[in-house]
């Protein structure tokens, strides 16, 4: 029986087909989405150790793998969720209990002699705070169903990138839209990103947070622990970071006439917090990648509402690659209008000797 389409036309409608379903099972996905980021993620954090024993002293790829993924689950999941769950029970408390932070801003008010805003808007802020930070950390009381799937889904993605990398890796360069120099180019991107926002940025993060709560404990301000929580949070965010910390908690000792306190605070902050994250970058520059400040803090804002607390990581990735297939693009773009230009000059050639 002969085919009603003719096969420009079967070509159209199976392309068209694939992005349907490609669309369906998206959607069916949506919720789940962090799961395989992450465990894109954790892919490139772990294949030199994978590597390094699997590959080149041929030890076992499942107990290689599981390993991985246990050293994952306790070193990094569980801290991470603990970080998150004090984070969200301490904005949770002040969101509730208002008045400690009315008066932290009327002390503020009094020192700088400027009304901030009305003590109904601060209320209204901080309700929402605590909301939005609850729906971005990951939170055991609100969906720990939830949380369980996404993370055994990552997991088991990881598992079998690993234990079938190669049939991974050669799946990925056929069917890519990408020649092999852009999926290089790509490739290099990822590692840089993750690098640069896994590795270091939560190395330098990591020690910001820890001094940031050292400091402040030190000098006696309440809550210490949780504003370390905080600041190794913020310190994610370029330039900003953990001065939004210690910051105001100076400047809140100053107003109360604490003034020992508050100097040491700011000190500290200016001279030692402040310059550890440039001399711990310049330690680990050769293992983070080259990312732009900026590239870092518009990924950030993209990705953070989008993709919860992992958009830390995912945001600026997703930035990067844009601007890598935009200079592939442009160098695409250059390599045709030469080979046009080589073309015309070759039949102009042509046309000359033949008069």
Same mark, same amino acid.
């Given at each position: 029986?002969?085919?009603?389409?003719?096969?420009?036309?079967?070509?159209?409608?199976?392309?068209?087909?694939?992005?349907?379903?490609?669309?369906?099972?998206?959607?069916?996905?949506?919720?789940?989405?962090?799961?395989?980021?992450?465990?894109?993620?954790?892919?490139?954090?772990?294949?030199?150790?994978?590597?390094?024993?699997?590959?080149?002293?041929?030890?076992?790829?499942?107990?290689?793998?599981?390993?991985?993924?246990?050293?994952?689950?306790?070193?990094?999941?569980?801290?991470?969720?603990?970080?998150?769950?004090?984070?969200?029970?301490?904005?949770?408390?002040?969101?509730?209990?208002?008045?400690?932070?009315?008066?932290?801003?009327?002390?503020?008010?009094?020192?700088?002699?400027?009304?901030?805003?009305?003590?109904?808007?601060?209320?209204?802020?901080?309700?929402?705070?605590?909301?939005?930070?609850?729906?971005?950390?990951?939170?055991?009381? #609100?969906? *720990? =169903?939830?949380?369980? @799937?996404?993370?055994? +889904?990552?997991?088991? &993605? $990881?598992?079998?990138?690993? %234990?079938?990398?190669?049939?991974?890796?050669?799946?990925?360069?056929?069917?890519?839209?990408?020649?092999?120099?852009?999926?290089?180019?790509?490739?290099?991107?990822?590692?840089?990103?993750?690098?640069?926002?896994?590795? #270091?940025? *939560? =190395?330098?993060?990591? @020690?910001?947070?820890? +001094?940031?709560?050292? &400091? $402040?404990?030190?000098?006696? %301000?309440?809550?210490?622990?949780?504003?370390?929580?905080?600041?190794?949070?913020?310190?994610?965010?370029?330039?900003?970071?953990?001065?939004?910390?210690?910051?105001?908690?100076?400047?809140?000792?100053?107003?109360?006439?604490?003034?020992?306190?508050?100097?040491?605070?700011?000190?500290?902050?200016?001279?030692?917090?402040?310059?550890?994250?440039?001399?711990?970058?310049?330690?680990?520059?050769?293992?983070?990648?080259?990312?732009?400040?900026?590239?870092?803090?518009?990924?950030?804002?993209?990705?953070?509402?989008?993709?919860?607390?992992?958009?830390?990581?995912?945001?600026?990735?997703?930035?990067?690659?844009?601007?890598?297939?935009?200079?592939?693009?442009?160098?695409?773009?250059?390599?045709?209008?030469?080979?046009?230009?080589?073309?015309?000059?070759?039949?102009?050639?042509?046309?000359?000797?033949?008069?």
């Amino acid at each position: 029986m002969t085919n009603i389409y003719t096969p420009q036309q079967q070509r159209i409608l199976l392309i068209a087909s694939l992005i349907i379903i490609a669309g369906f099972i998206l959607f069916g996905l949506r919720g789940y989405t962090t799961a395989f980021l992450g465990a894109g993620v954790l892919y490139v954090v772990f294949r030199p150790w994978f590597t390094a024993l699997a590959i080149k002293r041929n030890w076992n790829r499942s107990l290689v793998t599981s390993l991985l993924i246990v050293f994952a689950l306790v070193v990094i999941i569980m801290p991470f969720l603990t970080l998150s769950l004090l984070l969200i029970d301490r904005i949770q408390y002040y969101s509730q209990h208002t008045e400690d932070i009315l008066k932290l801003v009327k002390q503020a008010e009094d020192l700088t002699g400027y009304k901030i805003t009305s003590q109904q808007n601060i209320q209204t802020i901080l309700r929402q705070g605590g909301t939005y930070a609850s729906q971005l950390l990951p939170s055991l009381a #609100g969906g *720990a =169903l939830d949380f369980i @799937v996404i993370i055994g +889904l990552m997991f088991f &993605t $990881l598992y079998f990138m690993f %234990v079938q990398q190669e049939s991974f890796q050669k799946g990925l360069q056929k069917y890519l839209p990408f020649k092999k120099d852009t999926q290089k180019e790509l490739s290099e991107s990822l590692k840089n990103n993750v690098n640069a926002n896994v590795l #270091g940025q *939560a =190395l330098v993060s990591l @020690v910001q947070g820890v +001094l940031t709560g050292i &400091t $402040l404990w030190i000098f006696g %301000v309440p809550d210490s622990p949780f504003w370390g929580v905080v600041a190794f949070f913020l310190a994610f965010i370029p330039v900003l970071g953990t001065p939004l910390v210690w910051g105001p908690a100076g400047l809140i000792q100053l107003s109360q006439g604490n003034t020992t306190q508050g100097v040491g605070i700011l000190l500290v902050g200016v001279i030692v917090i402040i310059n550890i994250d440039n001399l711990l970058r310049i330690m680990l520059a050769k293992r983070m990648g080259d990312i732009h400040p900026l590239v870092t803090l518009a990924g950030i804002v993209l990705g953070v509402p989008i993709f919860g607390i992992i958009g830390l990581v995912i945001g600026p990735l997703l930035l990067s690659y844009f601007i890598v297939l935009i200079h592939v693009f442009e160098r695409e773009n250059r390599k045709q209008e030469k080979e046009v230009a080589a073309a015309e000059e070759r039949v102009e050639k042509a046309a000359e000797r033949s008069t």
